[in-house]
């Protein structure tokens, strides 16, 4: 599903480059769980970037179901990113003004869907995370960890087939973030491939394969092992 084969990328600070990724090669199979373990400023987001379309590497090649997104156009890699990708940020990413509902609905504004098909299908992803209860609040008026799960709840809505979760549990307690990683899990037992990044190798440990990122250099084994 997720092929990156000798994946380089850099980035000009001042008059110099930085090389933040180095000959990544990575391979993601349908409805795996794998995390991307490694330190802050390691390069674990950038890859996450790539691998979301949100960034283009310097050189290599990156193939997702079976085609080459090198060459794809910034329309392309929008449709991508709006048919087969997920994102669950540590940020939440909700908008302060809308509820939890309004939230969970505003990308499907976009779909071709008829009002009762977003609302059948908000009604379905909050109830899937718990949320229905709270669907008419705002998000300052919800937990950490409620407003991550609104976050879910809106990736679950638009029914991607890839999840990327850049340190989903960051922001909030131990019990909250026990929940989101259950509710992750369940996501990939249901059929979704997930990739996640985080820094925690207790939560790394959640995932079905854990790959290690270190000074821009992706390896299967842990430094030192």
């Given at each position: 599903?997720?092929?990156?084969?000798?994946?380089?990328?850099?980035?000009?600070?001042?008059?110099?480059?930085?090389?933040?990724?180095?000959?990544?090669?990575?391979?993601?199979?349908?409805?795996?769980?794998?995390?991307?373990l490694?330190?802050?400023?390691?390069?674990?987001?950038?890859?996450?970037?790539?691998?979301?379309?949100?960034?283009?590497?310097?050189?290599?090649?990156?193939?997702?179901?079976?085609?080459?997104v090198?060459?794809?156009?910034?329309?392309?890699?929008s449709?991508?990113?709006g048919?087969?990708?997920?994102?669950?940020?540590?940020?939440?990413?909700?908008?302060?003004?809308?509820?939890?509902?309004?939230?969970?609905?505003m990308?499907?504004?976009?779909?071709?869907?008829?009002?009762?098909?977003r609302?059948?299908?908000?009604?379905?992803?909050?109830?899937?995370?718990?949320?229905?209860d709270?669907?008419y609040?705002?998000?300052?008026?919800?937990?950490?960890?409620?407003?991550?799960?609104?976050?879910i709840?809106?990736?679950?809505?638009?029914?991607?087939?890839?999840?990327?979760a850049?340190?989903?549990?960051?922001?909030?307690?131990?019990?909250?973030?026990?929940?989101?990683?259950?509710?992750?899990?369940?996501?990939?037992?249901?059929?979704?491939?997930?990739?996640?990044i985080?820094h925690?190798?207790?939560?790394?440990?959640?995932?079905?394969?854990t790959?290690?990122v270190?000074?821009?250099?992706?390896s299967?084994?842990?430094?030192?092992?």
């Amino acid at each position: 599903m997720i092929k990156l084969s000798h994946i380089y990328k850099s980035y000009p600070i001042g008059d110099d480059e930085v090389q933040v990724l180095h000959d990544i090669n990575l391979h993601v199979k349908k409805n795996e769980f794998v995390s991307v373990l490694g330190p802050s400023g390691s390069g674990k987001t950038t890859l996450m970037n790539i691998i979301g379309c949100l960034d283009i590497p310097d050189s290599g090649e990156y193939i997702l179901d079976g085609e080459s997104v090198g060459n794809c156009t910034e329309d392309e890699l929008s449709d991508i990113r709006g048919s087969k990708i997920g994102f669950i940020f540590q940020q939440f990413n909700l908008l302060p003004d809308l509820t939890a509902y309004e939230n969970v609905e505003m990308p499907l504004l976009y779909h071709k869907m008829s009002a009762a098909e977003r609302h059948k299908t908000v009604m379905d992803t909050l109830e899937q995370v718990g949320l229905t209860d709270r669907m008419y609040h705002k998000p300052s008026q919800l937990s950490g960890g409620q407003q991550q799960r609104v976050a879910i709840a809106r990736v679950l809505a638009a029914k991607p087939s890839i999840i990327l979760a850049d340190e989903p549990t960051g922001n909030l307690d131990s019990v909250s973030g026990r929940e989101i990683l259950e509710i992750i899990k369940s996501l990939w037992k249901q059929g979704n491939t997930i990739v996640m990044i985080t820094h925690d190798i207790n939560i790394a440990k959640e995932a079905d394969r854990t790959v290690y990122v270190y000074d821009g250099v992706l390896s299967e084994k842990e430094r030192g092992k």
